[in-house]
């Protein structure tokens, strides 16, 4: 079968790989991809918000299966569109997208459906929030309603702070019209970890579990970046906080969302953190996180493809995940002054030199320019390695990293420490 694969991130070129270990794909297509999509999958030059170019070029090349990567052509109703023209693809419909194009449906559909949330306020008017804030204990945390590429959300230490955040998001105008409405909610406290699932609509896979790091410096310092590393599976969560993680929020997000007539079908993300009255929700994503994509990708043994196919025809209950014993840990390598302005046009040497097995350099924002590899991007590469044990998963990746080598490239040195010198599980 042929299939396309929208994105062009290090997240869609772990999953061009790893539908390219399918005994089931002929063909990978990929809109528009990266320089190293291009080496398993054909290049098509379409935005991934250029919605009715995509269905064209699926109509016209018989493509069997589309998978999306990133929120924006699923919060733009590519799913709603493909369906409507009888296309098979994998993800949720505009309305079920909307829990992460909107932070205020996602708030008021868990405070509906009592799923563990920090309380919050929603506001429409910057007088009224800041109002608010005037009188509010703090921390707090100020959210952006609409998509902000992970960048939306701030903690604020006082008053004045939260003013200053506020101007930006809904005077300022810093996200565009994702800042007409904000979520003002209480800071959390604990450690974060994100599930995804697979789901029918019926039945609820998750994957193994997974840490992102979100800051860009070590330690968790720095400021919030789309994600600089990751590791997977997370040694300190238990089988019995695992339960409760599907108990308390992945099943009655599905049966809640049923309840409001949207039918959810694809990859939900719950970004939650767990804290000492057990694991709340920060956010739902509605496709894989990146970079937790790609820790967990090389961990799954079973067929990526005959899961999608069987999640299409409402039959997941037939599936079991198989997943390969060990870690996986991510590294992502950023171009220097992500994640603000960055540099573009370096090249990028050592990748080549990268053999080892279960070590996979995937790519992000790289192109090919005049016949060399140069970034493209800010986080520019993301190299994922396996191993027995959390401590060989990153020897493998540090030892990789240390082989790559762009001006300015940047990268976090303390990847998966929470499991290794906080909780000591390496
Ligand atoms: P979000 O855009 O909602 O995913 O938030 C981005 C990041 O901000 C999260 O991954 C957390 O690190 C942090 N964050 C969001 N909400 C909270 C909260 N209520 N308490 C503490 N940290 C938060
Ligand atoms: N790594 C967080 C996300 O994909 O939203």
Redesign the pocket.
């Known amino acids: 079968m042929k299939v396309l694969v929208i994105g062009s991130g290090a997240r869609e070129h772990a999953l061009v790989w790893k539908i390219s270990t399918s005994s089931l794909v002929d063909k990978i297509y990929a809109a528009p991809g990266n320089a190293g999509v291009s080496q398993i999958a054909q290049i098509v030059e379409i935005s991934p918000d250029n919605l009715s170019e995509l269905e064209k070029f699926v109509r016209k090349n018989k493509i069997d299966l589309t998978l999306v990567g990133p929120e924006l052509p699923l919060s733009m109703g590519i799913v709603d569109l493909f369906q409507k023209k009888k296309l098979k693809i994998f993800g949720p419909v505009q309305k079920a997208a909307a829990m992460e194009s909107s932070?205020v449906f996602a708030k008021q559909f868990m405070h509906k459906y009592h799923i563990p949330t920090?309380s919050y306020q929603v506001f429409q008017k910057f007088d009224e929030a800041a109002q608010f804030v005037r009188y509010a204990n703090f921390p707090l945390?100020v959210?952006a309603d609409g998509l902000?590429y992970?960048?939306?959300?701030f903690?604020v230490n006082d008053d004045e702070q939260a003013v200053d955040v506020l101007k930006k998001i809904m005077l300022e105008k810093i996200f565009g019209e994702s800042g007409n409405q904000v979520v003002i909610?209480?800071?959390?406290?604990g450690e974060?970890v994100s599930v995804m699932a697979i789901t029918d609509g019926k039945t609820i896979l998750p994957l193994l579990l997974v840490q992102?790091h979100?800051t860009l410096l070590d330690g968790d310092q720095g400021p919030?970046t789309g994600g600089m590393g990751a590791y997977s599976p997370v040694p300190f969560v238990d089988q019995k906080l695992q339960d409760t993680i599907h108990d308390k929020i992945l099943k009655p997000t599905i049966a809640g969302l049923k309840k409001e007539g949207i039918f959810y079908q694809g990859i939900l993300y719950a970004?939650l953190?767990l804290t000492s009255s057990g694991p709340?929700v920060?956010?739902y994503n509605c496709r894989l996180g990146d970079p937790e994509a790609q820790a967990v990708l090389p961990l799954l043994e079973t067929d990526l493809v005959e899961i999608v196919q069987a999640a299409l025809k409402e039959k997941l209950d037939q599936i079991k995940l198989k997943w390969k014993t060990g870690y996986s840990v991510c590294v992502v390598l950023a171009s220097a002054g992500y994640p603000g302005d960055y540099q573009k046009g370096k090249e990028i040497k050592g990748t080549e030199e990268i053999s080892e097995q279960e070590v996979y350099c995937f790519h992000a924002g790289t192109k090919i320019s005049q016949n060399k590899l140069v970034t493209a991007g800010g986080r520019v590469l993301a190299v994922t390695a396996v191993g027995k044990t959390l401590g060989k998963a990153l020897d493998k990746v540090y030892n990789a990293v240390d082989k790559i080598y762009f001006e300015g490239m940047q990268y976090r040195k303390d990847i998966a420490y929470k499991a290794t010198e906080v909780k000591k599980y390496a």
């Open positions: 932070k920090a945390i959210k902000a992970g960048k939306g959300a903690k909610e209480d800071f959390l406290q974060e992102d979100k919030n970004g953190m709340k920060l956010e």
